[in-house]
């Protein structure tokens, strides 16, 4: 019995998080109501109020969910690898992306989207910089390097998302690790 409550958990939860990305799709979050979520989720409003206090706890759920899967992701392939390939890790943001592409569409549409990447750059940042400034370089020239790279990299990746540049993942992955790794070698002086 516990099981299908947990799995009944879930599925309110999912119904909820994407009827928020629905509607943040058609009107801006200020706008939105519990009740246009559980019009659209079809649910109750009891079953809303059991998961979220309010619409901000669901779009804030959305991003630290997004967020630490990224970061989960980021630890497991290791900084270093990040900025020596960054090809394969473009590629695997994009695969996961392109799993969801209606549902990251719908977010790209909110502020929800926006804080989440700009919050994926500043721990991709931060790291970096952090290794950087121990390699003996300068935190100034550090952060011009990394300004640019990351967020050159976050809107390209956002302008793919939202359907402004058309290709395919290898394309999309290839030609941004490309460029990504000639800024870096002339960077390192590689």
């Not at 299908?4 to 928020?20: C, P, Q």
């Not at 967020?67 to 473009?90: M, Q, R, T, W």
């Not at 695997?92 to 977010?107: F, K, T």
């Not at 100034?140 to 990351?150: K, R, V």
């Amino acid at each position: 019995m516990a099981k299908a409550e947990y799995r009944s958990s879930i599925r309110s939860k999912n119904l909820i998080k994407k009827a928020l990305a629905k509607l943040l799709h058609e009107k801006e979050m200020s706008k939105i109501t519990v009740s246009d979520i559980i019009r659209e989720a079809d649910i109750s409003r009891g079953t809303f109020y059991a998961h979220y206090p309010d619409v901000h706890g669901v779009a804030e759920q959305i991003e630290q969910e997004e967020l630490k899967k990224l970061i989960d992701f980021v630890d497991e392939i290791g900084i270093n690898s990040i900025v020596e390939n960054p090809a394969d890790f473009i590629k695997e943001i994009c695969i996961y992306i392109l799993r969801d592409i209606e549902y990251y569409r719908m977010l790209m549409e909110s502020n929800i989207l926006n804080n989440f990447l700009g919050r994926i750059i500043n721990i991709y940042y931060d790291k970096t910089l952090d290794r950087l400034v121990e390699e003996g370089r300068s935190r100034g020239e550090a952060d011009i390097y990394l300004s640019f790279a990351s967020n050159g990299a976050r809107s390209t990746l956002v302008n793919w998302i939202s359907g402004d540049i058309q290709c395919g993942v290898d394309e999309i992955s290839s030609t941004l690790g490309k460029y990504l790794s000639v800024c870096t070698a002339i960077y390192f002086g590689k």
